[in-house]
């Protein structure tokens, strides 16, 4: 369906165009016309489908201009989405020119409070930082009209449930609410039963979703040897745009320095890092400018980052939840992808519970050799060297060629050639990874409830190189909850926190790859 068939009107069809949108995603051709008739609205859908622009669109055509109040409020569960949420609606409102604020935590207060003075419209942010702007009443919400709990499983896993129905009670009873998750556990439901008022449920269906696209491997592989294991993986498979999967900041670093070591184009982010930095290495991943995005959990929660090929965890995940989330960032829009798990032997069993409870199956994949990097390096650096001969003028450098062509021959200089472009054997750059501890042995792997406090499981442990495609911990930093001033909501500590989940624990839940990317 197109967007001219959707009731928007002039100015928001010109930035639609600007944007390069052509025709409508499923669930914005038939969110759209609901929230423009003020109605209340769930929708199911994952990440990558559009849904920003599905309550965006409506929500900037209905913002009443000369209102200098905050007409419309978005909760998101991470500062990086709540940060692509706001520029999105920033880039559909220009034409409008709606102003819109965004308000996280890890970021200074003072320059947040400024801001939301200049009398924004739509005010996007996290759970914590919001409640802290309500209770300085830098916040007003007395005139909001649209209410939005963006990825709402999320902040439900992350423990912000009270934030958000403490937020929800503090904004009018006759506003517009909808809400939107991938997933719909009971505690999600019972918000939807207590807040909205007959909401209509949008769901996106599976036969529309990618999982199919998704070539899914396991290598099983000593702790000491995943490292090499990993980059002579790359060598072999080439991805074009691959995210590597750490457990801990530690070994996010240590992954990062240890690949650009070996000449890979990588950045790594965690929840450390200045929100600026994280910013612009996410901003270089999805620009092309890196090939390898190392990163803790938090980028596999709520971030829409297109075009990735490959999927790397480099530590096996320690439940399906986090699976689902990791490999998720590929095979999208109709794309192939590919994802590999590095596990341990005594890990097995966590894999296993995984494929159980996901009713997806991993293929076993054998560790590259020495050779078979080999011939991939040469392979890439070929295909390198045919791009600088083809792309460059170089006259200027023919007078010295044929003095070294006086002293070598053809052959020796295009070998040194090679050489001088391949990357180092994965042996040849010693690097060196601090061992984490793995993930505690249980017994056998079968279901059962959740206990994410001992890592696991209660009751349960857990071809070809191309798959078929040739292309951490937490920030202990913490917000008002936890006395702390430094990182945002997304950096929340599962073991303090998890008791606050209620009714989503127990019970099987729906995983399904593409579901959650």
């Known amino acids: 369906m197109k967007f001219t068939d959707l009731g928007l009107e002039p100015d928001i069809l010109k930035a639609i165009r600007r944007q390069g949108y052509e025709e409508a995603t499923p669930i914005q051709a038939e969110t759209i016309p609901m929230v423009l008739d003020g109605l209340d609205v769930i929708g199911q859908a994952q990440t990558g489908t559009g849904k920003t622009a599905a309550f965006g669109l409506p929500i900037i055509q209905k913002i009443d201009k000369k209102n200098p109040n905050v007409q419309a409020l978005i909760i998101s569960p991470t500062r990086e989405l709540a940060v692509q949420t706001q520029e999105e609606l920033y880039n559909l409102g220009q034409d409008k020119k709606v102003k819109v604020q965004v308000v996280y935590g890890g970021a200074d207060i003072g320059r947040q409070i400024r801001s939301l003075k200049e009398h924004p419209q739509i005010v996007v942010g996290t759970p914590g930082r919001m409640q802290d702007h309500i209770n300085r009443k830098t916040l007003r919400l007395d005139h909001i009209q649209t209410l939005v709990l963006d990825e709402a499983d999320e902040m439900l896993d992350m423990g912000f449930v009270e934030d958000i129905e403490k937020i929800i009670k503090a904004v009018p009873e006759d506003r517009q609410t909808l809400l939107f998750s991938a997933t719909m556990p009971a505690a999600i439901k019972k918000i939807a039963d207590r807040f909205m008022h007959d909401p209509k449920t949008v769901q996106i269906k599976a036969k529309e979703l990618t999982a199919d696209l998704l070539d899914q491997y396991f290598v099983q592989v000593k702790e000491y040897e995943k490292f090499d294991t990993m ?25 990062s320095k240890g690949l650009r070591a070996r000449g890979y184009n990588a950045e790594g982010i965690h929840g450390d890092l200045s929100q600026q930095k994280r910013m612009s290495v996410l901003r270089s991943f999805k620009a092309g400018r890196l090939d390898i995005l190392v990163a803790t959990d938090v980028a596999a929660r709520g971030l829409d ?34 994802s590999v798990t590095f596990v341990t032997p005594n890990e097995m069993s966590y894999l296993r519970t995984i494929e159980k409870l996901t009713r997806l199956k991993m293929n076993p994949l054998k560790a590259p050799t020495v050779k ?21 003028d170089l006259t200027k450098y023919e007078a010295q060629a ?50 994410r406090r001992g890592g696991g499981y209660r009751g349960g442990n857990r071809s070809s190189y191309r798959g078929g495609n040739n292309h951490g911990s937490r920030n202990g930093g913490g917000d008002h909850r936890r006395g702390g001033s430094g990182s945002s909501d997304n950096h929340y500590d599962r073991n303090k926190r998890y008791a606050k989940k209620g009714a989503s624990k127990g019970g099987r839940r729906n995983y399904t790859v593409h579901e959650h990317a």
Not at 238 to 252: L, N
Request: net charge negative; no cysteine; aromatic share 6%.
């Open 305 to 338: 980052i297109s075009g990735v090929t490959h999927v790397y965890n480099y530590d096996v995940p320690q439940d399906p939840d986090s699976y689902v989330h990791r490999v998720g960032r590929t095979a999208r829009a109709g794309h192939k992808g590919t």
């Open 231 to 255: 980059t002579r993986l790359f060598d072999v498979q080439e991805p074009e745009m691959a995210i590597v999967f750490g457990r801990t900041k530690r070994r996010v670093d240590e992954l």
């Open 372 to 392: 078979e990097a080999f011939n991939g390096q040469i392979s890439s650096a070929v295909e390198e060297a045919h791009k600088l001969i083809d792309s460059n």
């Open 402 to 451: 044929e003095e070294l062509m006086n002293d070598y021959t053809p052959l020796q200089l295009v070998s040194a050639f090679l050489k001088s472009i391949s990357k180092d054997d994965a042996s040849s750059v010693p690097v060196k990874i601090t061992p984490e501890r793995p993930l505690p042995n249980r017994g056998g792997h079968g279901g059962g409830g959740r206990n």
